[in-house]
Nanobody, 120 residues
Framework: QVQVVESGGGLVQAGGSLRLSCAAS????????MGWYRQAPGKQRELVAV???????NYADSLKGRFTISRDNARNTVYLQMNSVKPEDTAVYYC??????????????WGQGTQVTVSS
């Protein structure tokens, strides 16, 4: 089994910073890529950033320059550094791991979601 646990959400003032963390553990053979998504009230879930096993990154155009995705391979952990946050960044943030399990199945696992609220 694989467990994915997020942390780091909360309330932050506009212009401030916040860092989200997400750790995967359990029956992991290899992580292919990892990413962050978000879902605001009444909206569809959207891509925030993706980080591949080769180190390539892809960001939503509106977030480039403010958000940074990074990882700690030894801890199977992905981070999202959020700077200069805006009220429109308010959403539930979900991490995602696309990985290969020890039984060689390729599966996508989602975190439980963490609320980020930006006050104006």
């Amino acid at each position: 089994q694989v467990q994915v646990v997020e942390s780091g959400g909360g309330l932050v003032q506009a212009g401030g910073s916040l860092r989200l963390s997400c750790a995967a553990s359990g029956s992991i053979h290899r992580i292919n890529h990892m990413g962050w998504y978000r879902q605001a009230p009444g909206k569809q879930r959207e891509l925030v950033a993706v980080l591949t096993s080769g180190g390539s990154t892809n960001y939503a155009d509106s977030l480039k320059g403010r958000f940074t995705i990074s990882r700690d391979n030894a801890r199977n952990t992905v981070y999202l550094q959020m700077n200069s946050v805006k009220p429109e960044d308010t959403a539930v943030y979900y991490c995602n791991f696309n990985l290969v399990t020890t039984t060689r199945a390729t599966v996508a696992f989602w975190g439980q979601g963490t609320q980020v609220t930006v006050s104006s």
